[in-house]
């Protein structure tokens, strides 16, 4: 029996249930007939031109995403502007969509613990927990198993993250045992991690006037880039499609985006 994009949408939801996404995102089956057979899956963490050629090439038909090909309202679809082009070729390749962002923030083995768990952290909990369910929630806090050095965290971190620079605001610890996190834009948790004992916190897109708090605080955040942070999440989800589709009748190739990078790059002027 042939499996189906609908079925492989019933295993994305079983991995990061729909209900925990945040009520302004859009998960799901985003592009697609959920009728259609299976031949290839290509997971990235997002859905881009480059993406849709590279999943064509290794006979992907289905693309899963973590960040959603539709976001915000569309005031129209045109083949010759922005992301339009990527639309009409993902349909007319008959290519189909699934996004599982803010679900798979929240739940359980998603984005940050895959962050926390590269970066050798336990006793994981979430910054913020969900009120139905404690275990599942935005962020993560947790404690090396040995402490580390300031540098040698960086470093670690930079390892992880696959970057060479990494934006810093307050003093880098001396010793660092507690980690707070939160994969992508997060830096509104940065408050909750210090008050619960982190050493730093981890994440992206930190604002200004949140650095000057850091800074006035003796308080160390880091900023590792939105990409950075969440893309070992990409490798974690393949893994989980694949153990999936183990319990069923046919087994569908799963294959990670290998081509994808951050839309920035740094350009050193002096």
């Known amino acids: 029996m042939a499996v189906t994009v609908g079925d492989i949408l019933a295993l994305v939801c079983e991995i990061a249930p729909a209900s925990l996404a945040e009520a302004w995102d859009n998960v799901g089956l985003l592009l697609g007939d959920p009728a259609i057979e299976v031949s290839g899956i290509m997971v990235s963490l997002d859905p881009t031109s480059r993406v849709l050629e590279e999943a064509l090439a290794a006979d992907c038909n289905l693309i899963i995403s973590h960040h959603p090909l539709i976001f915000h309202p569309l005031k129209s679809l045109r083949r010759d502007q922005g992301l339009g082009k990527l639309y009409f070729a993902a349909v007319e390749a008959r290519v189909s969509m699934i996004a599982a962002h803010t679900n ?50 960086v470093a670690r971190l930079g390892e992880v993250c696959k970057c060479s620079t990494l934006a810093v605001a307050g003093d880098l610890p001396g010793q660092i045992n507690r980690v707070g996190l939160c994969g992508g834009s997060g830096a509104e948790l940065a408050v909750i991690a210090r008050s619960r004992g982190a050493d730093v916190f981890v994440s992206a897109e930190i604002k200004h006037s949140v650095g000057r708090w850091a800074e006035e605080e003796g308080f160390c955040l880091v900023d590792a880039g939105h990409f950075n942070t969440e893309n070992p999440v990409v490798e974690v989800l393949a893994s989980r499609l694949v153990a999936g589709i183990r319990e069923m009748p046919d087994r569908v190739p799963v294959h990670v985006s290998r081509g994808q990078e951050s839309p920035f790059r740094f350009i050193i002027t002096n």
């Open 104 to 153: 798979l923030d929240r739940v359980v083995g998603g984005v940050n613990d895959a962050l926390a768990a590269a970066l050798g952290l336990g006793r994981l909990r979430p910054l913020a927990p969900d009120t139905s369910d404690p275990e599942t929630g935005m962020g993560r806090i947790g404690d090396l198993v040995v402490p580390v050095s300031g540098a040698d965290f």
